[in-house]
């Protein structure tokens, strides 16, 4: 089942945050975070597993709730590169397939 | 390392006609992808391989729609006949292993527009 981001689009100014929330109705083992920019492909950010870590890169850090099914996308002082659409792709079970939610659109504008 | 690499980057086709999407891998996956991505339904998982070996097919829409992986480093989506339907941006993606931090790489898309 597919994992459900919200918002769906976001608007923000340079250096305002933003949170993203993916969450899943089965129980995930890790969650994938993608940005897309316009007409490009997808490119990895970062991974959680299950067990409620956080993980960073540069200003956008992410974290992993259990209970919740639900992982959150932090953006901090956002930046104008940070714009794109934002995946995030669930595995849930031993056959290894992703399956991503329907993507956040984020816009920073200066 | 070259990354994922996919041709053509753009193909126009009438309905009807027979298209093909190819893709190389980065070297030494073993796994490999192929998603399709529209407004609508998002990225979806159509097929994917374990060292050229179809695992999971069932993205795959209808039968007019095959993918085959006749070695490590090619494989080919192909769409006979196609129909406007169809058009979406097809990606391909490879990853080395299939653990839960296993990552995926994505190819450059294929963006399909069928008349």
């Known amino acids: 089942q597919q994992p459900v981001q919200s918002p769906q689009a976001v608007i923000l100014r340079e250096g305002e945050d933003a949170v993203i929330n993916c969450s899943s109705s089965?129980?995930?083992?890790?969650v994938h975070w993608y940005r897309q920019k316009h007409g490009e492909a997808p490119v990895f950010l970062m991974i959680?597993?299950?067990?409620?870590e956080q993980k960073g890169h540069e200003k956008i850090s992410a974290s992993f709730n259990e209970k919740k099914q639900q992982s959150s996308l932090y953006l901090t002082a956002s930046q104008l590169s940070y714009s794109g659409t934002y995946f995030c792709?669930?595995?849930?079970?031993?056959?290894?397939?992703?399956?991503f939610g329907k993507g956040t659109l984020l816009t920073v504008n200066p | 390392d070259a990354g994922v690499i996919q041709s053509p980057r753009h193909e126009v086709t009438e309905m009807g006609q027979e298209v093909t999407l190819r893709c190389k891998p980065i070297?030494?996956?073993?796994?490999l992808f192929w998603y399709r991505q529209t407004m609508m339904r998002g990225l979806e998982l159509l097929i994917y391989?374990?060292?050229?070996?179809?695992?999971?097919d069932s993205g795959m829409p209808e039968d007019r729609f095959s993918a085959k992986m006749p070695n490590a480093s090619f494989s080919t989506l192909k769409i006979q006949p196609s129909e406007p339907r169809d058009s979406a941006v097809y990606f391909c993606?490879?990853?080395?292993?299939?653990?839960?931090?296993?990552?995926?790489?994505f190819g450059p898309g294929t963006r399909l527009t069928v008349l």
């Open positions: 993606a490879s990853t080395l292993g299939a653990g839960f931090t296993d990552t995926q790489y």
């Open positions: 089965k129980a995930l083992y890790s």
């Open positions: 959680l597993l299950k067990g409620g």
């Open positions: 792709g669930s595995l849930s079970g031993s056959n290894y397939k992703l399956t």
């Open positions: 070297s030494g996956h073993d796994y």
């Open positions: 391989f374990n060292n050229n070996v179809p695992i999971d």
